[in-house]
């Protein structure tokens, strides 16, 4: 089990309160403003570490955004007009033009995080379970079996509010084209094979490209290393393909009628063959 002093170092990291980013964050303002976007449950604490190991980068005091917290904030605009060299704002934000435009005018780095939307599901049950104040943690666990949580999710349930798995996803594909930078979670967890190693290395060194940072590959190399930590609040195991264990062909079948393309859509499948 991770250890407190662990975790209350990782945070002292991630919020930029260290010694080493707080001298950085007096002395240079050189650093990119970054927004992540994700879908929730798709690793978006995965991406938060790999940018937070950087001793240039953090996050602000600011929850993860969402669709219904963002006015706290004072909307997008506000938040963008506070953000500070080195800052990296997370959410879970629906695309829109005017976020899109938001973005340009501002000069900020946006990193789109996507997943397999099958696995997406799949976390989405475990996570609801876990979490007991989770508005749907109720009507989730009325469902009688495994299965049938993953049908609840899937179909959604309009008496609960709840809608179809896949729309929900299908508010975040305007982000697949746009400037934003899409970066596939599978893509860094999957490290086990020396190819998969090579894909991992060759995704980080994109992402810190694209934000215009340079780094030195013992830098890439001691984050390969520290990427995966049980600190994040809603660790569980990254997996990938997790989907196959639960997915039965009924439920294939259903994911497929309910919005389905949405794999096609995020690119994880060539057809609805599968």
Same mark, same amino acid.
């Given at each position: 089990?991770?250890?407190?002093?662990?975790?209350?170092?990782?945070?002292?990291?991630?919020? &930029?309160?260290?010694?080493?980013?707080?001298?950085?964050?007096?002395?240079?303002?050189?650093?990119?403003?970054?927004?992540?976007?994700?879908? =929730?449950?798709?690793?978006?604490?995965?991406?938060?570490?790999?940018?937070? /190991?950087? =001793?240039?980068?953090?996050?602000?005091?600011?929850?993860?955004?969402?669709?219904?917290?963002?006015?706290?904030?004072?909307?997008?605009?506000?938040?963008?007009?506070?953000?500070?060299?080195?800052?990296?704002?997370?959410?879970?934000?629906?695309?829109? @033009? @005017?976020?899109?435009?938001?973005?340009?005018?501002?000069?900020?780095?946006?990193?789109?995080?996507?997943?397999?939307?099958?696995?997406?599901?799949?976390?989405?049950?475990?996570?609801?379970?876990?979490?007991?104040?989770?508005?749907?943690?109720?009507?989730?666990?009325?469902?009688?079996?495994?299965?049938?949580?993953?049908?609840?999710?899937?179909?959604?349930?309009?008496?609960?509010?709840?809608?179809?798995?896949?729309?929900?996803?299908?508010?975040?594909?305007?982000?697949?084209?746009?400037?934003?930078?899409?970066?596939?979670?599978?893509?860094?967890?999957?490290?086990?094979?020396?190819?998969?190693?090579?894909?991992? /290395?060759?995704?980080?060194? &994109?992402?810190?490209?694209? /934000?215009?940072?340079?780094?030195?590959?013992?830098?890439?190399?001691?984050?390969?290393?520290?990427?995966?930590?049980?600190?994040? =609040?809603?660790?569980?195991?990254?997996?990938?393909?997790?989907?196959?264990?639960?997915?039965?062909?009924?439920?294939?079948?259903?994911?497929?009628?309910?919005?389905?393309?949405?794999?096609?859509?995020?690119?994880?499948?060539?057809?609805?063959?599968?």
């Amino acid at each position: 089990m991770m250890s407190k002093i662990e975790k209350y170092w990782w945070d002292l990291e991630r919020f &930029g309160l260290t010694p080493q980013k707080m001298l950085y964050r007096l002395t240079s303002q050189d650093a990119p403003k970054i927004l992540c976007i994700s879908v =929730p449950k798709a690793g978006t604490h995965w991406l938060e570490r790999v940018l937070c /190991l950087h =001793p240039h980068l953090y996050r602000p005091f600011v929850r993860t955004l969402n669709p219904d917290n963002i006015s706290q904030y004072g909307g997008l605009t506000a938040l963008f007009q506070r953000q500070r060299a080195g800052q990296i704002l997370v959410s879970h934000l629906y695309f829109s @033009e @005017e976020s899109r435009n938001l973005i340009a005018r501002n000069g900020v780095k946006c990193l789109f995080l996507i997943r397999d939307p099958r696995d997406i599901l799949v976390s989405n049950v475990f996570y609801i379970e876990k979490i007991h104040n989770h508005h749907l943690h109720g009507p989730l666990s009325k469902q009688p079996t495994f299965k049938e949580k993953l049908r609840f999710l899937i179909e959604g349930d309009s008496a609960c509010g709840v809608p179809p798995f896949c729309e929900i996803l299908e508010y975040f594909t305007g982000w697949l084209n746009t400037d934003c930078m899409t970066v596939r979670f599978e893509d860094l967890v999957q490290a086990f094979s020396e190819t998969q190693k090579q894909t991992q /290395l060759t995704t980080l060194k &994109g992402i810190y490209h694209y /934000l215009g940072i340079n780094t030195s590959e013992n830098w890439f190399s001691e984050l390969s290393q520290r990427m995966i930590s049980k600190a994040s =609040p809603t660790y569980r195991k990254g997996k990938t393909q997790e989907w196959k264990q639960y997915l039965d062909d009924d439920l294939k079948e259903l994911f497929k009628v309910n919005g389905g393309e949405i794999v096609i859509k995020y690119g994880f499948e060539k057809d609805s063959d599968w």
